[in-house]
């Protein structure tokens, strides 16, 4: 199960092996990126504000629904995505790298670490992801291409070849939700569930 896991760290975090400092710093970069982005084409193509262009309204009842389809997609999916491979004794290390940085961090290291995979990530992620990308792929390759286009890139954006199918598992999820519900309010919440889940089983 851990090893299933696993895979969301590594989502956001890239799991390498440098210092967690380095790593947040980095990945904060990445994300302030994808928000000015998302941002730019807000301005652009929209009308320059992201709560009303790209859909952040949402009713609890549907957050919470959200939220259990992310923990779904992380306890339910992505183990039985890896299950034929593990069950064969493929030593996949999927949760290896995850569990090292986790192990190695001091008190207010993994809280920072915490707080930017669960809160920071989804919204960063999914305002590039399903927001920008998603819509404007639906535009050349209608919704179904671009659900499959955006998983795809998702998972290769992380560059973690084990982890590939997991991530797709989880980018086509979050991309029928954005369709689904026209906005990036559901998977956000959805990404923030699947996160905080593999947060919980490394702490």
Same mark, same amino acid.
């Given at each position: 199960?851990?090893?299933?896991?696993?895979?969301?760290?590594?989502?956001?975090?890239?799991?390498?092996?440098?210092?967690?400092?380095?790593?947040?710093?980095?990945?904060?970069?990445?994300?302030?990126?994808?928000?000015?982005?998302?941002?730019?084409?807000?301005?652009?193509?929209?009308?320059?504000?992201?709560?009303?262009?790209?859909?952040?309204?949402?009713?609890?009842?549907?957050?919470?629904?959200?939220?259990?389809?992310?923990?779904?997609?992380?306890?339910?999916?992505?183990?039985?995505?890896?299950?034929?491979? @593990? &069950?064969? !004794? =493929?030593?996949?290390?999927?949760?290896? #790298?995850? %569990?090292? /940085? *986790? +192990?190695?961090?001091?008190?207010?290291?993994?809280?920072? @670490? &915490?707080? !930017? =995979?669960?809160?920071?990530?989804?919204? #960063?992620? %999914?305002? /590039? *992801? +399903?927001?920008?990308?998603?819509?404007?792929?639906?535009?050349?390759?209608?919704?179904?291409?671009?659900?499959?286009?955006? #998983?795809?890139?998702?998972?290769?954006?992380?560059?973690?070849?084990?982890?590939?199918?997991?991530?797709?598992?989880?980018?086509?999820?979050?991309?029928?939700? #954005?369709?689904?519900?026209?906005?990036?309010?559901?998977?956000?919440?959805?990404?923030?569930?699947?996160?905080?889940?593999?947060?919980?089983?490394?702490?």
């Amino acid at each position: 199960m851990l090893a299933a896991l696993a895979t969301t760290l590594a989502v956001v975090a890239g799991a390498t092996e440098s210092g967690s400092v380095s790593l947040l710093m980095g990945q904060l970069g990445l994300w302030t990126g994808f928000v000015t982005t998302a941002v730019v084409a807000s301005r652009r193509f929209g009308a320059g504000a992201l709560r009303a262009d790209f859909g952040f309204t949402i009713t609890f009842v549907d957050m919470a629904k959200s939220a259990v389809i992310g923990i779904a997609v992380q306890v339910l999916v992505v183990p039985v995505i890896y299950f034929p491979l @593990i &069950a064969a !004794g =493929v030593d996949l290390d999927v949760s290896g #790298a995850a %569990e090292e /940085l *986790f +192990r190695d961090l001091a008190g207010l290291e993994k809280v920072a @670490i &915490a707080v !930017g =995979v669960i809160a920071v990530a989804p919204v #960063a992620e %999914e305002l /590039l *992801f +399903r927001g920008v990308l998603l819509r404007g792929l639906a535009q050349h390759l209608g919704d179904r291409g671009a659900l499959w286009a955006t #998983a795809l890139v998702f998972a290769g954006s992380h560059f973690q070849v084990v982890q590939f199918p997991g991530l797709v598992a989880i980018g086509l999820t979050l991309a029928w939700l #954005a369709q689904r519900t026209g906005g990036v309010a559901a998977p956000i919440w959805a990404h923030l569930a699947f996160n905080a889940t593999t947060v919980a089983f490394l702490w």
